[in-house]
C-alpha cells in the first residue's frame, strides 16, 4: 500500500509536470518565445520558465466563447448601470477625490463626473476589477483561443513589456477573464499607451493608486479627441418615413443634412458639426439621439452605444456640487 501511494504521488507530480511544460514546449509558443526575445530583448531562460509556468483556463474559454443569452434592449441595460446605489457611491467617490479630480479635470479638459461614471461602470469605484490571474488568461486566449489568437498575441506581448516596466510579478496581476485590469479595466496595451502615474510616485498603479486612475482615464479621453465643453449626445426628434437607423458610432453626416433628411435635433446645434444618429429602444418606446464627437471618445472605451450612454446619463446624475 505504502509503494502504491509513493507510485500515485509520483505520477501526480509527473503530470503536474507535463501540465506545467505544455506551452512552453509547443511550437506557436515557441515561435512566440523567439519573437519576444529578438524584438524585446527578453532573456530567453525567463521567458520559457514563466510559459511553462502557464496554465490553461477552462473557464476562460468557456466565458469568452458564451453566446449572450439574450441582446440587451436600452430598456434593460440602462437600469444595470444607472442606479440610486452607483450615483450615490459616485457623489462619495467624487467627494472623496475632489481635488484629484479637479486637478485632472483641469490638466486634461475631461469633466470629472465622466470620469466617475467610467470607473463606476467598469468596476463599480473599484470594488468588482476582477479575479482572475491576467498573465494565465492570456496565454489561454492566445494560444488556445483561434478565434481572436493575433489580437491576444499582441496583449500578452504588451502584458510581458508592462510587468517588466512596471516591475510586476507576472503571477501578482489580477483582471477580467479577457485581461482588463485595475480600476479603469485597461488592457495592456491600453494600460502601456494611456495610463499616467498622477500621483508621481514613480509607478502607474491602476489598481491602489486614485490619482493614477484618475488620471489615465482623463489622459485616454483626451487622446482619443475629447473636446472640453462640447456636447456629447443630444435628444432627436425623427420623421415618421425614415428608414431605421444603423447606430454607427462615428459622426459621419452633418446636421444640416440630417435635417433635410428628416432628423431634427431637439436643442441648438450648429449646422456644420457633424453627427450620429442613434436609435434605442427604451421604457417607452424608441428614443431617437444624435451621437456628437465626445459621444464617439465614450466608445472608443467600450464600443458599444449603449455603454457610451450609460456612463453619459449616470454622470448627468452626480450632484454637481461635489
Request: no cysteine; hydrophobic share 40%.
Amino acid at each position: 500500500m505504502k509503494h502504491l501511494t509513493s507510485l500515485f504521488t509520483v505520477l501526480i507530480m509527473l503530470l503536474s509536470l507535463n501540465a506545467q511544460a505544455e506551452y512552453s514546449e509547443r511550437a506557436d509558443v515557441q515561435q512566440f518565445i523567439d519573437e519576444m526575445v529578438d524584438k524585446h530583448d527578453f532573456d530567453r531562460d525567463e521567458l520559457v520558465a514563466k510559459l511553462a509556468s502557464a496554465e490553461k483556463l477552462e473557464g476562460v474559454l468557456k466565458a469568452i466563447a458564451r453566446p449572450a443569452e439574450k441582446v440587451l434592449t436600452w430598456e434593460d441595460y440602462r437600469p444595470i448601470f444607472v442606479t440610486s446605489k452607483r450615483i450615490d457611491k459616485g457623489n462619495k467617490f467624487l467627494q472623496q477625490h475632489r481635488e484629484i479630480l479637479q486637478r485632472a479635470e483641469k490638466e486634461y479638459g475631461v469633466p470629472a463626473q465622466i470620469i466617475a461614471a467610467i470607473v463606476g461602470v467598469e468596476t463599480y469605484y473599484g470594488t468588482r476589477s476582477g479575479r482572475t490571474n491576467v498573465f494565465n488568461s492570456l496565454v489561454t486566449l492566445a494560444f488556445d483561443y483561434p478565434p481572436r489568437s493575433p489580437f491576444f498575441r499582441s496583449e500578452l506581448e504588451q502584458f510581458l513589456l508592462l510587468t517588466r516596466e512596471e516591475d510586476v510579478d507576472v503571477n501578482n496581476v489580477r483582471g477580467s477573464y479577457a485581461g482588463a485590469m485595475g480600476m479603469p479595466q485597461f488592457i495592456s496595451s491600453s494600460y502601456r499607451h494611456y495610463a499616467v502615474d498622477f500621483d508621481g510616485d514613480g509607478k502607474r498603479d491602476l489598481w491602489n493608486s486614485t490619482a493614477d486612475v484618475v488620471g489615465s482615464v482623463a489622459n485616454y479621453f483626451r487622446e482619443h479627441g475629447w473636446e472640453p465643453g462640447d456636447e456629447v449626445v443630444i435628444p432627436a426628434r425623427v420623421n415618421a418615413q425614415i428608414e431605421e437607423t444603423r447606430n454607427k458610432l462615428k459622426p459621419h453626416t452633418l446636421i444640416s443634412e440630417l435635417s433635410r433628411q428628416g432628423v431634427y435635433p431637439q436643442m441648438h446645434m450648429n449646422e456644420d458639426v457633424k453627427a450620429t444618429v442613434l436609435t434605442l429602444h427604451g421604457k417607452n418606446g424608441k428614443e431617437y439621439w444624435l451621437g456628437l464627437d465626445n459621444f464617439y471618445v465614450i466608445t472608443r472605451y467600450n464600443h458599444s452605444a449603449m455603454y457610451a450612454m450609460a456612463v453619459y446619463q449616470l454622470s448627468l446624475e452626480f450632484d454637481t456640487q461635489k
